[in-house]
């Protein structure tokens, strides 16, 4: 069974960068999409970035985060990677990770990170 266990958020000023990190375990990493989602308060999740397990060339971005955010993923470390810069306010929200085999749903959500961004 896949897990997924999200780290690396915090409470930062507008402008300033952060960087997630999605520590995936239970099958091949390799053989997944992984995907960052967040969840503003009052709001329902949204996709912020996906990445192809194919062809890491092949990836997503929310208009809203186009231009600073990056996704990324190690198949080595088992590990994907979200750089977010110049974060703005309207970033906040608990950020969680997933992973997908094509074809295949969204697994279960883990815990997710709380990204805190004030103005």
């Known amino acids: 069974q896949v897990q997924l266990v999200e780290s690396g958020g915090g409470l930062v000023q507008a402008g300033e960068s952060l960087r997630l990190s999605c520590v995936f375990s239970?099958?091949?990493?390799?053989?997944?999409?992984v995907g960052w989602y967040r969840q503003a308060p009052g709001k329902e999740r949204e996709t912020v970035a996906v990445?192809?397990?194919?062809?890491?060339?092949?990836?997503f971005y929310a208009d809203s985060v186009k231009g600073r955010f990056t996704i990324s993923r190690d198949n080595y470390k088992n590990e994907a990677y979200l750089q977010m810069n110049d974060l703005r306010p309207e970033d906040t929200g608990v950020y969680y990770c997933?992973?997908?085999?094509?074809?295949?749903?969204?697994?279960?959500w883990g815990q997710g990170t709380q990204v805190t961004v004030s103005s």
């Open positions: 997933n992973a997908k085999l094509v074809g295949k749903g969204l697994g279960s």
């Open positions: 239970g099958r091949t990493f390799s053989a997944y999409d």
């Open positions: 990445m192809s397990s194919r062809n890491s060339r092949i990836t």
